[in-house]
């Protein structure tokens, strides 16, 4: 089974280079450019999701309170949070599992996903 991904991220470019990556490492991805509409979305239906990854600054929410937030609802999740700025400990204090510094890097970025799901052997 496909391991799902939610991608959260106001700037287009950014978004579509984030999808592009987690398509590449075998995700199926549901994007979004605002924050409060993953939240109606985890609220109302509830989706199983393994990965969320989102940028930190936004302006309806930031990506450390988004995380916070639904992992309230979903303590499981696996959480990336990525940035131009180091907000690595705010992310950190918010439940957030790996910070990544933008530009985002498939090397890294690839790396930090086989962190959180380790390749089967």
Avoid: H
């Amino acid at each position: 089974m496909k391991k799902k991904a939610i991608v959260v991220d106001d700037e287009p470019s950014n978004l579509k280079l984030t999808i592009t990556f987690l398509k590449m490492l075998g995700f199926e991805v549901f994007e979004f450019s605002n924050p409060l509409d993953v939240m109606d979305v985890i609220e109302s239906i509830n989706p199983r999701v393994d990965l969320l990854v989102t940028d930190f600054d936004m302006p309806q929410m930031n990506g450390a309170k988004l995380i916070k937030k639904i992992k309230e609802k979903k303590p499981k999740i696996q959480t990336i949070c990525v940035s131009g700025l180091d907000n690595k400990a705010v992310c950190d204090s918010n439940g957030c599992n790996i910070f990544l510094m933008k530009p985002l890097r498939f090397k890294f970025f690839k790396e930090a996903v086989e962190f959180l799901f380790p390749p089967l052997e």
